[in-house]
């Protein structure tokens, strides 16, 4: 069961959702073991990962920020930041 989830919450300019997404489709998500990425209301786009370890994680941060900084222009910000994101441990999955 991977030990860690991410999510995180983009909110595409009007007429940008498409490239967001298939922005977050070309990132390379090799280091987790599991990718989703969710439509909502509004523009917005959620990714979830799953990674095995903490390292895992800590492997993809730097490679995400860059990725961030370039697709900052297709973004509307949520006030000061320009997403939403949080971050646990797993401690049940399914029928566990």
């Known amino acids: ?8 919450r983009f909110k595409a300019k009007s007429g940008c ?3 967001l997404y298939d ?3 070309s990132f390379d998500n090799s280091n987790s073991v599991f990718l ?3 439509a909502l209301d509004g523009n917005e786009l ?5 990674y095995d370890t ?11 920020l860059n990725w ?3 697709e900052t ?10 997403t939403q994101a949080f971050s646990g441990i797993v401690l049940q999955r399914g029928s566990d």
């Not at 069961?1 to 995180?8: A, E, G, Q, R």
């Not at 959620?46 to 799953?50: T, Y």
């Not at 895992?56 to 490679?63: K, P, Q, S, V, Y």
């Not at 222009?73 to 320009?82: C, F, I, K, M, V």
């Open 36 to 38: 989703q990425i969710l």
């Open 68 to 70: 961030l900084d370039s």
């Open 46 to 50: 959620v990714s979830i990962h799953a």
């Open 23 to 25: 922005a977050l489709r």
């Open 17 to 19: 959702v498409d490239q």
């Open 54 to 64: 903490i390292e895992e994680r800590a492997d993809d941060i730097l490679a995400g």
């Open 73 to 82: 222009p297709l973004l509307e910000a949520y006030g000061e930041n320009r």
């Open 1 to 8: 069961m991977p030990l860690l989830k991410i999510v995180t």
